[in-house]
């Protein structure tokens, strides 16, 4: 699985979000076929990246639909690289969103 696949896909979602998307839209969309599709999708759903949809089966990956969870959403805008721990971005960002609310709350 390539990293520049996966983080295309995850960037393509983002970009339509909130929508699911179709899994052949998608790969047709950032022209992805075949086995590197494959690899890079069931890569995603593996990671936890995303959640594969659907009872149909396209190209050989499970589901028709996609839809990012959390971490891939960490990814698909940018607060942290497929290669890295997206859980650990989202954590850092509520720890910081925490931090700020209560030195809003302390001023007021």
């Given at each position: 699985m390539g990293i520049q696949d996966t983080t295309k896909l995850l960037h393509e979602m983002g970009r339509?979000?909130?929508s699911r998307i179709q899994i052949d839209e998608l790969l047709g969309c950032i022209g992805l076929e075949g086995v590197r599709a494959v690899q890079a999708v069931r890569g995603l759903v593996e990671g936890g990246l995303v959640i594969?949809?659907?009872s149909a089966c396209v190209g050989g990956m499970p589901g028709s639909e996609l839809r990012l969870t959390e971490p891939g959403m960490a990814v698909a805008f940018g607060l942290a690289g497929v290669e890295g721990d997206p859980r650990r971005a989202i954590r850092?960002?509520?720890e910081q969103t925490l931090r700020q609310l209560?030195?809003?709350r302390e001023r007021r």
């Open positions: 339509t979000y909130p594969a949809k659907g850092a960002l509520e209560h030195r809003y």
